[in-house]
Structures are given as C-alpha cells and as structure tokens.
C-alpha cells in the first residue's frame, strides 16, 4: 500500500507541476495577477507530494519490501539502517528520484524567498522550474520509477546495495551534488525568465547571484567529498581519475565558476550581460549532460547507474529541447541587449572576462577528452582512450595564466587602472611568492622539479596578493581593525575562495611530486622502513559486520621507535553480493596521510600489503571546502536578503 502511495503521490506532483509550467507564464503573458499569484502555492504543494513520494520509497526500505523491484535488487535485511536510507539512491530510479526531491526543493525556496521580485518575473521564473519538473517526473512515471512491484512472486533477501556505495561519503556524497546540480535550474529559470521580460539589467544579476552561489557551493562540496570517497574508499591512494562521471559533475562547476563572477561584473558595471546569460543556460544545460551521461549506458563506471538506451534517449531528447530552447531563445533577445558601462584594457572587467575564457577553455578541454572516446566508438571507429596524461597537461597549461591573472584580479580597480598604481604591488607579490615558495620547498626535500616549484609560487602568489588586496583595503581607516569590519560579505567570500584555491593546488603539487608508495610482503613481526616512518605488520585478526566478514591487517607505525599510530586496513567479503572490498586504513594529517591497503595472503603466513606516505594531500578538501564555504558565505550578504512582500499591486502596475 505505502509503494502504491509514493506512485499517486508523484502523479499528484506531476499534476501540479503542469499546473506551475501553465498558469504562472500565461499570466505573466496576459497580466493575469491570479495565475500568477497560484504559482507560490503550487511549488509548494508540487514539493510536499514529491516529500511524500520519497518517504515511501524510503519507508519501504527500512521495512525490507522486497516486493518493490527497487528495494530488492539495491538493499537487504542486513543491510544497516542507515544504508538502507542510503540505498534509496544507489541505483537509477531512487536517484533520479532523489533528483525530484531536489529540484521541487529549490522551486518551492524560490517561491518561498522572492518575494522581492515583480510578481511577472516571480511566475516566469517558477513557471520554467515547473516546466523542468514536469520533463523530470515524465521521465520518472514513465521509465524510472522506483515503486514497481514484483507480485506475485518476490524474493526473500534483496541483492544488496553495491559494496561501494556502503561507506559515510556516499551517504552525503550523492545529495550534495544533486543540490548542485539541480540548483543551477534557478540560475537557468532566470535567465529565461530575465530574457521572457527583456529587461537584463543589473537587478537581474543581483538577484540570481545568491542562488547560483548556493548551488556553486554544494556543487564544489559534493566533488569535494565524492574525491575524498575515492581515495578513501578504492584503496589506491588517489583522489581524482578523471572518470566520466567525474567530469560530468566538473564541467557545470567550472562553467557555474565563470557564471559567479560574470554575475559579479554584470551586478556591479552592467557590462557582461549577454555573456552572463548565455553562460547561465551552459551551466545547467552541462548538469543534464551530466546526467545523459550517467545515466545513458554509453560509459562503464563504478558511479554509473542505468543501462537501458532508451532512458538515455529521453534524456538526450529534453536536453535538446531546453538548451534548444534556451539557445534560441537567446538568439531573439541577444541583439536588444547593451552593456551600459565602459572600461578600459587594463581593468578589473578584463581580468574577469580573461579568467572566464581560461574557465570556459578548461570546460571544453573536459569535454573533449570525455565525450571523444564515447563518440569514436559510436560511429564504429574503434575505442581510444584519453587519460589522465591529458587531462594534467592540459589543466597545468592553463594554470599558470589563470593563476596570474587570479592574483591580479582583486588589485585592479573597475574601468581603468595606471601601470604606476599596480607595479609596485604586483612586484612586492611576486618577489614575496618565489622567495616563500623557495624558501619552503628546498628546506623541506632533497630535490624540487621545476613544474612543482612554478605551481607552489603560483598558489602561494594567489594567497599573497589577496592578502596584500586585503590590508590595502582594510587600511583605508584611521584603524586596521575598523577597515576590516567595513569590509562586506561578499568581499570575504572571495578571500576564502582564493585562499582555498591556494590549498587546493599546493595539495595537488605537493601530493603528485612527493607522494612515496611501496608493495610489500611481510609476516608478522617484520618491519619496513619508509620515509621517516617504521611500518611493523602485527599480524592478522578476523573481523564482522553486519553483513560482511573479512580479515583486518595491523600494522604500527613508529617514528624515532615510538608508536605514532596502529592502522587496520581490512579485506571484507560482502555475504549476500559476494564480493571483495578493500577499506584502507589512513592515519591523516594536516602536512601528510600514511595509507595502508591490505592486499591478498601469500604464502607462509605472509601478506601483501601497499604503503603510501602522501604530504599535504589533507589540503585538497581543505581547499575544496573552503571554496565551497565561501559559496554559502553570500546568503549572509545584507544586500540578498529578501525583504517582506510588497502590498498587492494592481494588474495593470503589474503588467507593466
């Protein structure tokens, strides 16, 4: 009964969802202030069945039905409760599911907290969220659902959920990045709301600003902890692979990147506009490629879900008709848009628009390098594979300009700056960056690769001069303390931002140039020696969980013969999936992680293991963190906060 509840739910929501693509636009068309006026109520409701929907879904995992085709062949009785709820999104229908839940979320807020806006962009705004609903919920009545039963005959015990997805960054990696994904719709919703009205000024860009930081920063945090679930969880020590589905989630982010600071130059000079828009239908039109590419069956991936072809061609066919839509759309009202402001070559405008070309650039170089293979292979020209090779050469070209004009960026002025006025800031940046960078690297190893020095100084020469943009700022007031207070939310969002991008790259250098791995058989009581740590193998214990069993190697690590830590790398051995998993054991640390993989048993009692000492690479979701934080730093921007909903207007002041 609860199953067949879900279902009516989400065909309720559908309801709705037709209802909130409808009535707000034609009002918003015809100046109808009673349709318009629906669309609030209708997000809301549209929001509280997909709610019930997914309750359902979850209540029926937690209560082992297994004659819910979706609970049977994703969970099991001994799976943890916690992973059962995690199971309501490990596999393609409760994820796309899950997708719903997050795009009525984001309507029903929108409806919710804007109420500032003028009633026509409120409802054309609500009404393409409603139109993204109904091709969603479409697709998941009609092909993904999750509530299909397997009557009469059933089986007693599920196939379990995928041994990779059981491990804490799965719990909060997926929704996280569906926040993400799904939240750059409202950056898309008002850009076509914005280009229905004609009216892409300034106060446009102001209000779509804080809701495509929201989005950026789940976005960014849900790479963040989906590339920590990687190095923690696979057992080989790395963090990024350049998988598909891994660039699927990237390429949104660095297109969102460029859309933030496009926002900030449209907000603030009014310059930018048909840019901004055109980059705000990029950036959700790449989360739907994301998702064709996911969920398509054209990659084999341990993130990938749905097989089916005919799941991809949907997806394929309402990608094409909203960036169709959303492009052509464009294309009527670009030619009535014009930048009002003026500024010259050397300005903080250039740098801004510089840096969106390198982010743009890098979008397309992830592109190429994923879509190629899968094209190549579809037009029966044999498989080619482009790797990681390609991905760290190409990204490490662009670094260096990128990186440049990052710590140039926030020491220009708008409209125009004179040479006079930045030489000896940008000299006293650049000499400070290669001496702490020198001074740091050749105190710390024996020898130092130039590629490491130049990314090292180019990080460290983003902290500094924001830095140095920060004290000239703060200095403006008789005290440093009261400049400091003066200073806006928004300005301190940036700072973090560019300090976490500085930890990111140290980490990303430092870790690659000096992370030191060694295979290794011992038996126990046998010590190896690496870097300046001891690794003695104590031997063997047999260990069980809920619904594993498996052995757990211990090993103690010793610094000048006192034991610094005593790592448990297991072996697991699912009972239901039959399958072996690796679960590394990590002693992590703000300057270096000592990893442990516990590999097969040999013979005479000995057993391989693989040792990794990898410094700094603690810093990478540090920094993933930090720019991600400074994403939800904007919501407590003063100058975003909505304020209370104007009076009832007339419809003809509405109208107008």
Request: hydrophobic content about 50%; overall charge positive.
């Amino acid at each position: 009964m609860i199953p067949e509840l879900g279902y009516f739910s989400l065909t309720l929501a559908m309801v709705l969802s037709v209802l909130l693509c409808i009535f707000p636009l034609w009002g918003a068309h015809t100046g109808n202030l009673r349709l318009m006026r629906a669309a609030p109520s209708l997000a809301i409701g549209q929001f509280a069945f997909v709610i019930i929907s997914f309750a359902a879904l979850i209540y029926a995992s937690l209560t082992d039905d297994f004659t819910v085709a979706y609970v049977a062949y994703h969970s099991s009785s001994t799976l943890p409760w916690y992973y059962k709820i995690t199971s309501t999104w490990g596999g393609h229908e409760g994820a796309i599911l899950l997708w719903l839940v997050m795009q009525a979320g984001w309507t029903a807020v929108v409806a919710m907290r804007s109420r500032s806006l003028p009633w026509v962009l409120r409802a054309r705004v609500l009404g393409v969220l409603g139109f993204l609903g109904v091709g969603f919920m479409l697709y998941t009545l009609l092909m993904s659902s999750p509530f299909e039963r397997l009557l009469p005959y059933f089986p007693v015990e599920g196939r379990d959920l995928n041994p990779l997805l059981q491990d804490p960054g799965m719990i909060i990696h997926p929704p996280l990045l569906y926040m993400g994904y799904v939240g750059l719709s409202v950056a898309f919703a008002f850009a076509i709301a914005a280009l229905l009205t004609g009216k892409l000024d300034n106060t446009w860009a102001k209000w779509s600003r804080p809701w495509t930081m929201t989005a950026w920063g789940f976005l960014g945090l849900g790479l963040t902890i989906g590339s920590w679930w990687a190095y923690s969880e696979l057992g080989w020590g790395g963090w990024w692979f350049w998988d598909p589905v891994e660039n699927a989630a990237l390429m949104p982010w660095l297109v969102a990147t460029a859309l933030l600071h496009s926002l900030s130059v449209t907000e603030k000079r009014g310059v930018f506009k048909s840019w901004t828009v055109l980059l705000a239908i990029a950036a959700f039109s790449l989360s739907l490629l994301g998702t064709f590419i996911v969920r398509s069956g054209i990659i084999v991936s341990v993130h990938a879900f749905a097989t089916d072809p005919d799941r991809g061609l949907f997806i394929l066919a309402f990608l094409g008709i909203v960036v169709g839509g959303g492009l052509a759309l464009y294309a009527l009202r670009v030619a009535q848009v014009h930048s009002e402001g003026r500024y010259k070559f050397v300005s903080r405008e250039v740098a801004l628009w510089l840096n969106n070309i390198f982010l743009v650039v890098a979008t397309l170089i992830v592109m190429l390098g994923t879509l190629l293979p899968m094209v190549h292979k579809e037009m029966g020209l044999g498989s080619i594979s482009i790797g990681e090779p390609f991905f760290n050469k190409m990204f490490a070209i662009l670094l260096v300009p990128f990186a440049i004009l990052m710590g140039i960026g926030p020491l220009l002025r708008w409209k125009q700056n004179k040479w006079a006025f930045l030489k000896n800031k940008l000299f006293i940046g650049a000499l400070m960056s290669v001496v702490i960078s020198c001074a740091w690297l050749y105190s710390s190893y024996e020898s130092v690769k130039p590629l490491t020095l130049l990314a090292t100084t180019l990080a460290v020469w983003i902290a500094v001069a924001t830095a140095i943009d920060l004290y000239l700022k703060a200095s403006t007031q008789t005290k440093l303390t009261e400049g400091l207070k003066r200073l806006t939310v928004s300005y301190w969002a940036m700072v973090l931002g560019h300090v976490g991008l500085s930890f990111l790259i140290i980490g990303v250098s430092l870790t690659s140039a000096y992370s030191v791995e060694r295979d290794v058989s011992m038996k126990p009581g046998e010590s190896v020696q690496l870097n300046e740590y001891s690794y003695r193998f104590d031997g063997v214990k047999t260990i069980r969980g809920a619904n594993y069993s498996g052995h757990a190697g211990v090993v103690s690590v010793l610094k000048n013969d006192k034991v610094v830590s005593e790592l448990h790398a297991e072996k697991r051995r699912y009972d239901i999936a039959m399958q072996f998993m690796t679960e590394a054991a990590i002693d992590a640390g703000f300057t270096r992680d000592l990893y442990l993989a516990l590999g097969e048993q040999l013979s005479k009692g000995a057993w391989s293991l693989r040792i990794y000492h990898k410094p700094f690479v603690r810093w990478i979701w540090i920094g993933g963190g930090l720019i991600s934080l400074a994403g939800f730093m904007i919501l407590f921007d003063k100058r975003y906060r909505s304020p209370v909903e104007p009076k009832r207007k007339k419809v003809s002041e509405v109208a107008s």
